[in-house]
């Protein structure tokens, strides 16, 4: 049996024993999906909003991942959309927006766009605030809302008044292969792999990682308490694979 003392906090360390004999290796890599810089997983929500025209970019028998663990079904299987698909998937579908446009009524956007969930938001702040007014509150996807330039461009998870705007996009989109951002030979560890074996996942991120896990999954590097979530919507910058 091999030791390590790891300092948890500045006031006290524990000490984490770790079996050499362990039968799972850990990985980090980089990133949370196969899509390409600039790209990220289209999620149910957007595919809800616009089933039929998502379905139509898939060939027949396509199974692609979505954000969160789902996936989408091509038109040959009905365009079946599940919530969590464990499976190993040969395509994942990226979005990327080209336009942000504020229309203004609540929960609305024009044929040929998208309402702009939280995350997009997030990460295209600067491009989606420009396209508000000063003093807009629009309304976001999943509930929340996007503040003009006047009140700091802040995002809000949610906001249960009636708004007089909505943020939306126009997206450009592709299919991929592969379905997470594990190197080839390995897949993403699930949840109850990395439980299992926590201090050894949890020391194979640095002190302040959050790695992608299977289903939707994520797991806190030992900064954050080496937590582990079954779902996680949000995108993170690493992934935890293991040899499939």
């Known amino acids: 049996m091999q030791f390590r003392s790891l300092v948890i906090s500045g006031s006290f360390a524990v000490i984490l024993s770790i079996s050499s004999a362990s039968a799972t290796d850990f990985q980090k890599a980089e990133g949370d999906s196969p899509c390409p810089s600039g790209y990220s997983l289209v999620n149910p929500n957007e595919v809800k909003a616009n089933y039929t025209d998502i379905c139509s970019m898939l060939d027949s028998w396509d199974i692609v991942r979505l954000a969160n663990g789902a996936s989408l079904d091509g038109p040959g299987y009905g365009c079946k959309m599940r919530a969590n698909d464990s499976r190993k998937l040969g395509h994942s579908l990226c979005k990327q927006p080209t336009q942000f446009t504020a229309r203004a009524r609540d929960y609305y956007c024009e044929a040929g766009e998208t309402m702009v969930s939280s995350l997009v938001a997030n990460a295209h702040s600067e491009a989606a605030c420009d396209a508000l007014g000063d003093w807009y509150i629009a309304r976001l996807l999943d509930g929340g809302a996007m503040d003009g330039p006047g009140y700091g461009c802040n995002l809000k998870p949610r906001e ?3 708004l007089g705007h909505t943020l939306c996009a126009t997206y450009s989109h592709m299919k991929v292969s592969g379905d997470v951002g594990c190197p080839s030979g390995t897949r993403l560890a699930t949840p109850a792999e990395a439980k299992q074996d926590l201090i050894k996942a949890c020391l194979s991120l640095e002190f302040w990682d959050v790695a ?10 030992l900064g954050y308490g080496c937590q582990i979530r079954a779902n996680d919507s949000r995108a993170l910058g690493h992934s935890l694979c293991v040899a499939e």
């Open 160 to 162: 249960e008044q009636l």
């Open 212 to 221: 992608r896990l299977a289903g939707g999954g994520s797991m806190d590097g």
